[in-house]
């Protein structure tokens, strides 16, 4: 019996001698990894810092905390300590857990968040677009579209259709043309469909009074470059727009597009 209590004593001595040792270890082992080294103490992220969140309260809410890194894996320009001109500043964007802070991720203001994945280099543009022009229900994010733009015709050059610049008009003493205005371009968003009048709509005579027509609305945001947003922009002032949903095969090219007159010329 008291064999069997000896040995327990024993067994508990040894767990507890065994736990202290792998703790001294786990605690000293940042300093044996940088020893011969030279380290310094940079902050870290320890869970997400919003943006906005100030440099002060990150550190008071240990949102990041100070620990020693080896000189040659601190990249340029880590974050100092916080000192009266600093503790204001604000994260300009979300900062990461693990993500060591740079003084680039604070300042005097935060970037404002984009609803948008815009691809970079372009500009989202959104248009309003007839409902019929929406393809049914078939076009949303990620769709890529092309645009047509209907207008009344001024004259002809080189055999293609030029605008008159104002948006078209139910009457016979103009010519009217469609012809593509953007082959392929990528669908940001679509926003809720309306009903609303368009800028220049057509228009219905009721005893002897010409009254727009009420037509459903919705609005397309899209990815352009700056030369597709000038033309988008001129043919949303000057003509009406109807777009048309394209799949990777999709064949699309401007060309001089089609007039009143050339309507069934069997092309």
């Known amino acids: 019996m008291k064999r069997r209590v000896t040995a327990v004593i024993v067994a508990v001595v040894l767990a507890v ?15 044996r990894a940088l020893a011969g080294q030279q380290a310094e103490k940079v902050y870290v992220a320890q869970q997400l810092i919003p943006a906005g969140t100030s ?3 990150a550190v008071n809410q240990g949102l990041m905390t100070q620990e020693l890194v080896a000189s040659k894996a601190v990249p340029p320009n880590p974050l100092p300590t916080v000192s009266p001109t600093t503790a204001s500043n604000v994260a300009i964007s979300d900062i990461q857990a693990g993500e060591l802070v740079l003084t680039t ?16 280099g372009d500009i989202a543009i959104s248009v309003s677009l007839q409902d019929p022009a929406r393809v049914g229900s078939f076009v949303g994010a990620g769709s890529e579209i092309a645009i047509f733009d209907t207008f009344n015709v001024r004259t002809l050059v080189n055999g293609a259709p030029v605008p008159s610049g104002d948006h078209i008009t139910d ?5 009217r043309a469609t ?3 953007l082959p392929r371009v990528k669908v940001l968003a679509v ?23 009420a037509q459903a609305l919705a ?3 899209v990815a352009v470059t700056q030369a597709q947003a000038e033309a988008l922009v001129q043919g949303i002032q000057t003509g009406t727009l109807y777009l048309g949903l394209l799949n990777d095969g999709s064949k699309t090219a401007v060309g001089p597009g089609v007039t009143d007159l050339t309507l069934f010329s069997g092309k």
């Open 17 to 31: 001698v065994g736990t202290v040792a792998v703790s001294t270890y786990v605690r000293h082992a940042d300093q």
């Open 55 to 57: 440099f002060q309260d």
């Open 105 to 120: 991720r604070f300042g005097t203001q935060a970037t404002a968040p984009s609803a948008l994945e815009i691809p970079a």
């Open 171 to 175: 009457s016979f003493s103009v010519i």
């Open 179 to 181: 012809r593509l205005l």
């Open 191 to 213: 926003g809720a469909t309306t009903t609303g009048v368009p800028s220049q709509p057509a228009t219905s005579t009721t005893s002897g009074n010409q009254t727009p027509n």
């Open 219 to 221: 609005l397309v945001t």
